[in-house]
């Protein structure tokens, strides 16, 4: 009773283990089922033998039973042995895999950082001029009107759609606006010149 309860014990883990393993296969179970059915069976005959007191089974067990029931079980062994080394090696595999792979996202996330950090410096060199520009030529024409050495006749470049190209539409608007404003009161001032040299001329002719 002993002898079969460990022999099943035994059969059931291993059986156990192939069972939660993902790459054990039917063939490895059939295999296993046989050789250890074999080596059960024989060592349990010799066994009830023994103890049933036939000396044939006796002499059997002395001369023949620990080297065949060996040699089945030495089977059964080799059989686990092969089994695990399968099994090993596929975890050593599965973690090469994994350690592959690690490495490539590591690359990966290597390589986006620096493109990032190129980026951003890119970005933090490129569009303070893309802005400063725009705005220090706008903020020169505002400063020359000011002054009063401002040309209204020149109008800005607007080259964009965004902000800065509203804001230069704006300001050409209203300088536009403003030489119409400038040129009227010329004008109306050119024309009160003309009537005071005209009514200057009546009142010296009487």
Known sequence: AEHKENANQARDRFLQSLALSNTSTAAEKSEFIELFERWYNYSSDLIARSAMGDPTAIDDFEREGFEQSYALFDEVRTHMDVVGERRLAHVTQFTQEIKAEEQAVTSKLVIIALLCTLLAVAAAVILPI?????????????????????????????????????????????????????????????????????????????
């Open 130 to 206: 893309m802005v400063i520009k725009p705005l220090k030529s706008i903020s020169d024409r505002i400063q020359n009107i000011a002054e009063g050495d401002g040309d209204l006749t020149i109008r800005l470049d607007v080259n964009s759609q965004d902000e800065l190209g509203e804001l230069s539409g704006h300001v050409n608007r209203f300088m536009g606006k403003l030489q119409t404003i400038i040129g009227q009161i010329r004008q109306n001032t050119e024309e009160v010149a003309q009537a005071s040299a005209t009514m200057l001329d009546v009142s010296a002719g009487s």
